[in-house]
């Protein structure tokens, strides 16, 4: 329940509203309510509508939906609020109007001539709609009073509706109601079945077109270079048109006609195929997929294009498939992966030869660098040594720098991890062949690579490892 510290409430005239604002909950006769801004939001939310099914159909829509309510209206607000309808419904005007509905009026409410007047000051609707050029009028306020006065007066009632004309001026409705045989629900079938003989009608002009552009269908089928075809929903062919170049990878169109397309194609195409045609058939959105044919030996590869087809006519869906040769793509694309591949494998034969891992002697690799030694090289230099390592059991590796002529923070770093990465094996690294340019790059630098054994030759290294002499 709200408490008193989170909670305002409004009482008028035996109208209350109820905030709770913590919970973000507002209501209005106990009944949990909320408050739009009339325009922007509460227009923007209703233009849309009003402009997709028109505005007549709208307004019976609104109207009737509105009219549902005004029974409760009537018995729980209306004869409880007053001790004659009159009061009762200026009790429950004042009441809504706490809402925002408007301000509402009387001025004629005659029992006997089966007639009333209700006028509303700035009506929502119409306070809504103001300065737009869209304008549907109060339907939703039409069908309350014609709800609430046909339960006073006791007879079907009709209110016809006359709208303040001018922006600049304050806004007002004034219903005239009156008995009729007329209802909303009357008025919108008949509008409903109008709009159903105009769509009939519609529908089938848009069929006529259709036959009579069939000859000009297939005049600019038969000098496509693409095979089209279209497949209903359970993948039946619905026709069928192959040009003559590709006319030896496809039945005859009279032979495929009404077949399944698991019939008339290889399993492989047909169950891609299949599967797209069923994706198409469910989002509606259009799918490309790839497949290969054959025929007499030869291996034809192909691409189809496939998007929903609508049949106007039996309200059906199916698939409209455009099916193109791409063997010479796909060949010469094949070429461009191989040669690709091939410079791959060349590139990594370089690499290799230019990180030469030499096993001395037993339990003793050297390692020779040349040039410059980037992230990807150092990657690869660290990642062949220590499989060497492992794989042959090695106590020591030498890592000689004679060729390398120049170092900058970034090489220094990578030795300085290849030193560690080795260690981390449980072999020594030594480094040999330090020129004396390189040495004071690295001791400026202060990478810590002096903390490495070192050697002014590859043989001085040797000689050591030789003699047993590391420490």
């Not at 109208?15 to 009339?38: E, M, T």
Request: contains cysteine.
């Amino acid at each position: 329940m709200p408490t008193a510290e989170t909670t305002r409430a409004l009482e008028q005239s035996r109208a209350n509203q109820l905030c709770d604002i913590d919970r973000g909950v507002f209501y209005s006769y106990g009944i949990p309510s909320v408050v739009f801004w009339l325009n922007p939001s509460l227009f923007r939310m209703l233009e849309p509508l009003v402009e997709e099914v028109g505005v007549p159909l709208f307004r019976l829509l609104v109207a009737r939906n509105s009219s549902m309510g005004a029974d409760e209206d009537y018995h729980s607000m209306v004869t409880t609020l007053g001790e004659t309808f009159e009061e009762g419904f200026r009790a429950w005007g004042l009441a809504v109007s706490t809402g925002g509905w408007g301000r509402f009026e009387l001025p004629v409410f005659d029992r006997e001539a089966e007639r009333a007047v209700v006028v509303v000051r700035n009506p929502w609707e119409l306070e809504m709609q103001r300065g737009s050029s869209v304008r549907w009028g109060c339907p939703f306020l039409q069908g309350k009073i014609i709800g609430l006065l046909s339960h006073a007066l006791g007879v079907n009632c009709w209110a016809d509706e006359v709208l303040s004309a001018e922006d600049d001026q304050p806004s007002s409705v004034e219903f005239r109601v009156y008995r009729s045989d007329r209802t909303i629900s009357a008025e919108l079938a008949q509008l409903r079945a109008a709009h159903h003989e105009e769509a009939k009608r519609v529908l089938e002009q848009r069929t006529q077109e259709l036959r009579q552009s069939e000859a000009k269908q297939r005049a600019i089928l038969a000098s496509l270079s693409e095979a089209v075809f279209t497949l209903d929903e359970r993948g039946r062919l619905t026709s069928y048109h192959v040009p003559k170049e590709q006319a030896a990878f496809h039945d005859a169109p009279e032979r495929a006609l009404g077949r399944h397309v698991s019939e008339v194609m290889p399993g492989a195409a047909s169950a891609v195929l299949l599967a797209a045609v069923a994706g198409v058939v469910q989002d509606e959105l259009p799918r490309e997929v790839s497949y290969a044919r054959e025929r007499g030996g030869e291996v034809r590869f192909f691409s189809t294009k496939l998007s929903i087809l609508r049949d106007p006519v039996s309200e059906t869906n199916g698939v409209t498939a455009v099916e193109r040769d791409v063997t010479e793509r796909v060949r010469a694309e094949q070429a461009l992966e191989d040669r690709l591949t091939l410079i791959q494998r060349q590139q990594e034969m370089i690499q290799a030869l230019s990180t030469p891992i030499i096993q001395v002697w037993d339990g003793v690799l050297a390692l020779p660098l040349v040039g410059m030694v980037d992230s990807r090289r150092a990657a690869s230099i660290t990642e062949s040594l220590l499989q060497q390592i492992v794989s042959t059991q090695a106590r020591v590796a030498i890592l000689d720098l004679t060729g390398v002529d120049v170092v900058d923070s970034a090489i220094a770093d990578h030795f300085v991890r290849i030193v560690r990465a080795v260690e981390l094996l449980g072999a020594r690294c030594l480094i040999s062949g330090i020129r004396p340019a390189v040495a004071q790059t690295m001791t400026q630098l202060g990478m810590g690579i002096e903390k490495a054994r070192t050697f002014g030759t590859m043989r001085s290294a040797l000689k050591t490892v030789m003699r047993g002499q590391l420490a």
